[in-house]
């Protein structure tokens, strides 16, 4: 969340960045809220203050034996207008949060100004497009062929858009699970934590998945608990309302977590295989840092994402996104994007982000510094590292042979009990 003080002192900062973002805002709402908010706040600053210096004078006189009933009656009427205040205070403090929660992260200065998607520029490409003396098959027909993935069955236990794994399927998922962990944790310094699944509303809006985003989650029936799209959630929530040590930043962590995203407003999109599904696996990182060291943090959190494709010698391409792709919460993103042959693309796997001081403000995650004696907001980023749902599909059809095998990379072998190739 935007701190009120800046918007309020940088209105055409902040319109000048929602435009740059695609976006709109009713800002001068805001600004016309904001100034009746610190006009009833004056007033009632200033009758707060005559009420406490004439209930004093009251006490004074009675104790004195002199009538105060004049006074007393006049302050009755003060307290009324109080309360009057008070409650119209509330409701401009509730208006202004609601306008304050609907505004985007601000981009950072680097950020290329762009409309959407096809205007992210790509900083790099890595690895060498395979080469097939046949036509290579998607994913889906491989996994089907295999015997190792069936959409139709998971459609009948749940509905479109859910996988379901058998035999070196699901190891595989699996053995990408621990192979990602092991990875993170023994090599890049995250410590491993596995958060629930399952969130409150309070957390939801720390991140920034609400208010804005409800349509995309899924709430329990009954209870204000949602499933979490991603382990950002949780694991940002570590820390809410916590004032840490500055010696104790930055701090990593890395979870295995299932997903779980509604899609609303992709129908259509993807609807074949693992790319968008309403259930997925991934494994996350999560950095809390001072302010100063959070961007060489964000180099080192796409260098910690890449090593998993560069250990599974997949090709793929970095892209940075641009203003009018980025996410709401984000100041600056790197995408990940892994070649899919069949298809003919580049597809996200990972989006590794930092959001300075935004999720912070919300959640109120703070930090002193050693002999200081205030308290700053930490910055949080996170990415992904990777979706291990796509990278099955990555695999599948970068690694398939004309007789409709598919070998398993090197590095996961021994995650897989040996095994070097999935046979028909």
Known sequence: ???????????????????????????????????????????????????????????????????????????????????????????????????????????????????DESENPVIKTVGELPEYAFDPKPHWDLGADLGILDFERAAKITGARFPLYFGAGARLERALINFMLDKHTQFHGYMETLPPFIVNRQSMMHTGQLPKFEADLFKLTGLDYYLIPTAEVPVTNIHQDEILKEEQLPIYYAAYTPCFRSEAGSYGKDTRGLIRQHQFNKVELVKFTTPETSYQELEMLLRDAESILDALKLPYQVVELCTGDLGFAAAKTFDLEVWMPAQGLYREISSCSNFENFQARRGNIRFRRKGKKGTELVHTLNGSGLAVGRCVAAILENFQQADGSVLIPDALQIYMGGLEKIKP
Do not use: Y
């Open 1 to 115: 969340m935007l701190e009120i003080k800046f918007v309020r002192q940088n209105l055409e900062i902040v319109q000048n960045a929602l435009r740059a973002r695609g976006q709109a805002a009713d800002l001068d709402t805001f600004q016309t809220g904001d100034d009746e908010r610190r006009t009833i706040l004056q007033e009632l600053e200033a009758l707060r203050h005559q009420r406490n210096m004439v209930s004093d004078r009251i006490a004074e006189m009675k104790k004195s034996g002199e009538d105060a009933e004049t006074i007393v009656i006049q302050m009755r009427e003060v307290s009324s207008r109080i309360k009057e205040l008070e409650k119209a205070f509330g409701q401009s403090e509730e208006m202004l949060e609601k306008i304050l929660l609907g505004l985007p992260n601000i981009p950072h200065s680097s950020v290329p100004v762009g409309k």
